[in-house]
């Protein structure tokens, strides 16, 4: 079937409903090995481009620059207008300098022409604050990001996590309004079928203000895979298996009461408990696009797969009651 496109929030851009994320593209493994590695991530991005994939997430710091080098790279050899481009910044960038973070004006005017040369283009079509920033006055961020908007190096804004809050954001759109400023239009936050949090507060400021919602973290780091069970040791090698956050986060009886419907679920329709879990994404009304992380050609097809799923209204809701939402 391929992937399809959908809008970006209220702008007249088209994206694909699933995103691409870069965020291991040349992180730096314990053993000094590339997580993924150039050739891999070329390897990923032809897939993608090739089932119909167009929205490639980035960032500043990912792999400390080295993914938007590999997508720069690989962007050469491609027609770049047909790609939509998105990437953040906030986080350091280089050590014992004050100045070289945050979103005060230096930073984000240095970080957006470095974004760009590594990625060998003049724009990106999507520009993140990574979280907030709590040192910098919100007029003086919004209006440098809004000169970005005007001399053409950004089409769109967005805030991404859970900090900024909603008040935040609100706060900001609505200086960015009086001051005739570009505002942000979309947002990217954690949301799957197991971290609802976002529902009590952020989620309806989304819809109230027509905003964009690309969530990462789609499927829980993993856990929404299928390859963890209920009172038996996380594989060897997984992050369940090393990582007591993860463990603490998600591997609870409440989670794996979630995981038993998403199972019941995808045996009905024939389908994956990956294909399940991302289908209720996409189906999602508040939802632009979720940012899958494969690292594998072979995992970004299960994703991919996801998009032949289509979940009855019957089938939806029994996942979306799966979950003890917290208001």
């Known amino acids: 079937m391929g992937i399809n496109t959908v809008k970006l929030g209220k702008t007249g851009l088209n994206v694909s409903e699933l995103a691409l994320g870069t965020a291991r593209f040349g992180s730096q493994r314990s053993d000094g090995e590339k997580e993924i590695s150039r050739d891999q991530a070329h ?4 897939r993608y481009a090739e089932a119909g994939g167009n929205f490639i997430d980035m960032a500043d710091v990912y792999g400390g620059g080295r993914a938007e080098e590999y997508v720069g790279d690989w962007l050469g050899e491609q027609d770049r207008d047909k790609f939509i481009l998105a990437s953040k910044i906030y986080w350091p960038t280089r050590e014992d300098d004050p100045n070289a ?13 470095n974004i760009l040369n590594r990625l060998g283009t003049d724009y990106v079509d999507l520009l993140y604050i990574h979280r907030w920033d709590n040192e910098t006055p919100v007029a003086e961020f919004m209006r440098t990001l809004n000169g970005f908007v005007n001399d053409g190096r950004v089409h769109y804004l967005g805030a991404s996590n859970r900090d900024p809050n909603a008040w935040q954001v609100v706060k ?14 979309n947002t990217q936050i954690i949301v799957n079928l197991v971290d609802r949090q976002i529902e009590p507060e952020y989620l309806p400021m989304v819809e109230s203000y027509g905003l964009g919602l690309m969530p990462f973290s789609p499927l829980a780091g993993g856990f929404l895979t299928g390859k963890y069970e209920r009172d038996e040791s996380p594989p060897e090698g997984s992050r369940g298996a090393h990582e007591d956050r993860f463990r603490e986060m998600y591997l609870t009886d409440e989670n794996f009461d979630v995981l038993d419907t998403v199972r019941e679920v995808a ?10 879990s991302l289908a209720w994404l996409l189906q999602h009304p508040a939802v632009t696009a979720p ?4 690292r594998t050609v072979d995992q970004l097809e299960a994703n991919i797969d ?6 009855s209204e019957d089938a939806f809701e029994r996942l979306s009651e799966a979950t003890s939402v917290p208001y």
Request: glycine share 6%.
């Open 43 to 46: 390897r990923l991005l032809d």
């Open 101 to 113: 973070q945050g979103l005060n004006r230096k930073h984000l005017r240095t970080q957006i022409d």
């Open 172 to 185: 900001a759109n609505e200086i960015a309004k009086r001051e005739g400023w570009e505002p942000f239009t």
């Open 267 to 276: 045996d009905e329709y024939n389908a994956s408990v990956v294909q399940v």
């Open 291 to 294: 940012v899958i992380g494969p």
């Open 306 to 311: 996801a998009t032949d799923v289509d979940l």
